[in-house]
């Protein structure tokens, strides 16, 4: 069974501008959730959809938006970079949600210059 | 202010010793635990979970402690072994439906 994966993998943009980042769940897994990997801060919780609706959504502005598709694929956008928003962005899915054993894609690491 | 705390951001330990790594958590109203591991360029890996009905649950070489009173949980490892060696993060959701994550212990495991 493949795993959880995320593109792209690296990424460089320039303050001011958006990025959108992609994830694909296991096979029958119907959520998926975001996370914010900082030296500073460390995992943070952006977000969690369930059957293309938004579940639940962690403390983060405005700026930081997602989606899921029919498929359970599902995107993440950030508008208007800042510096701070350097960071490991991780994605992880389960077969019906909650955050019990979840599964971690490899990450999309995105810098801010 | 850390609801979810690892005070030890690394931790180095012989080959074949236990490695014990720690957590504090300041909300008694937590229902279960969540221990990661990490290694770099990968996705955290789900290791051991324990419900807060339970003090103790075992996994091979892995157990996690739950101490309730003391607000503190603790994953040991025993033997330690070389691939053991990564970060390790605890996690707890909360009611709220949201989870909080440690901000991780780097172990070492030493030949």
């Known amino acids: 069974k493949a795993g959880v994966t995320q593109t792209p993998r690296y990424l460089i943009k320039t303050r001011g501008q958006q990025v959108t980042l992609s994830c694909s769940p296991i096979?029958?897994?119907?959520?998926v959730s975001w996370y914010q990997q900082t030296p500073g801060q460390g995992l943070q919780f952006l977000f969690e959809y369930f059957s293309e609706t938004q579940r639940n959504k962690g403390n983060f502005p405005g700026r930081f938006s997602g989606r899921q598709f029919s498929n359970s694929r599902s995107e993440m956008n950030v508008s208007t970079l800042e510096l701070g928003d350097s960071a490991l962005y991780l994605c992880a899915s389960t077969r019906q949600g909650g955050f019990h054993e979840q599964y971690f894609g490899p990450g999309t690491r995105l810098t801010v210059t | 202010d850390q609801q979810v705390k690892q005070n030890s951001p690394s931790l180095s330990v012989q080959e074949g010793r236990i490695s014990i790594l720690n957590c504090d958590y300041t909300?008694?109203?937590?229902?279960?635990f969540l221990w990661y591991k990490k290694y770099p360029a990968e996705g955290p890996t789900f290791l051991i979970s324990i419900s807060s009905i339970k003090d103790k649950n075992e996994d091979g070489r892995f157990t996690v402690f739950l101490n309730k009173s003391a607000k503190h949980l603790s994953l040991h490892i025993v033997p330690s072994q070389p691939g053991d060696s990564a970060v390790y993060f605890c996690a707890i959701p909360n009611r709220d439906d949201k989870i909080i994550f440690g901000k991780g212990t780097r172990l070492h495991i030493l030949p």
């Open positions: 909300n008694s109203m937590f229902d279960y």
């Open positions: 096979s029958g897994h119907r959520s």
